[in-house]
T-cell receptor
Framework: AQTVTQSQPEMSVQEAETVTLSCTYD???????LFWYKQPPSRQMILVIR??????QNATENRFSVNFQKAAKSFSLKISDSQLGDAAMYFC??????????????FGKGTKLSVKP | NAGVTQTPKFRVLKTGQSMTLLCAQD?????MYWYRQDPGMGLRLIHYSVGEGTTAKGEVPDGYNVSRLKKQNFLLGLESAAPSQTSVYFCASSRDGYSNQPQHFGDGTRLSIL
């Protein structure tokens, strides 16, 4: 079974600085998708960024980018120019491309990011 | 644009009581999911549905039942609530279960069992 590990329960960053959140996963599959979700104190789950395993190019969305290392099974999230509104819980998630029950999202336990003014 | 709507947002129950959480989506999604979120545990899948009239067990299904009588609605039932079911419950929906299309989440229901 696939697993997702976020080894940093908590992280802190100074406003305007850059921070990287780590995520590793375990799978024997070659085709899958990876996601980062943000959960602010409002409790909403908001999609930040997604990556297809077949794409070599790292995904970017404005200040958010990923470092996808398929061989190392690593999927880190980089937040540039951190803002106070980035303070949230961040979840890494894996989805198999096989569908069925294997297509369900598997979440890591999350990293709580604090942003200092 | 409502997206995924969960009702209620908060609820307090006594042990042994029953209740139903309602999830409604207006995106015509085939797949719907129920998760629970506990501190330090991330999100764990309770049950899911791949289409109207279908349901399947997830990682932590014990003590819960679900129904998907209409495509837009997915109900989560607790027949006899237990304190271990105190949690935040999230509903989500997605177009499918095998592509890069993300799951869209509701705002969650905080449920306390006394």
């Amino acid at each position: 079974a696939q697993t997702v590990t976020q080894s940093q329960p908590e992280m802190s960053v100074q406003e305007a600085e850059t921070v990287t959140l780590s995520c590793t996963y375990d799978t024997s599959e070659s085709d899958y998708y990876l996601f980062w979700y943000k959960q602010p104190p409002s409790r909403q789950m908001i999609l930040v960024i997604r990556q297809e395993a077949y794409k070599q190019q790292n995904a970017t969305e404005n200040r958010f980018s990923v470092n996808f290392q398929k061989a190392a099974k690593s999927f880190s999230l980089k937040i540039s120019d951190s803002q106070l509104g980035d303070a949230a819980m961040y979840f890494c998630a894996y989805r198999s491309a096989l569908g069925g029950s294997q297509g369900n999202l598997i979440f890591g336990k999350g990293t709580k990011l604090s942003v200092k003014p | 644009n409502a997206g995924v709507t969960q009702t209620p947002k908060f609820r307090v129950l006594k042990t042994g009581q029953s209740m139903t959480l309602l999830c409604a989506q207006d995106m015509n999604h085939e797949y719907m999911y129920w998760y629970r979120q506990d501190p330090g545990m991330g999100l764990r899948l309770i049950h899911y549905s791949v289409g109207e009239g279908t349901t399947a067990k997830g990682e932590v299904p014990d003590g819960y039942n679900v129904s998907r009588l209409k495509k837009q609605n997915f109900l989560l039932g607790l027949e006899s609530a237990a304190p271990s079911q105190t949690s935040v419950y999230f509903c989500a929906s997605s177009r499918d279960g095998y592509s890069n299309q993300p799951q869209h989440f509701g705002d969650g229901t905080r449920l306390s069992i006394l």
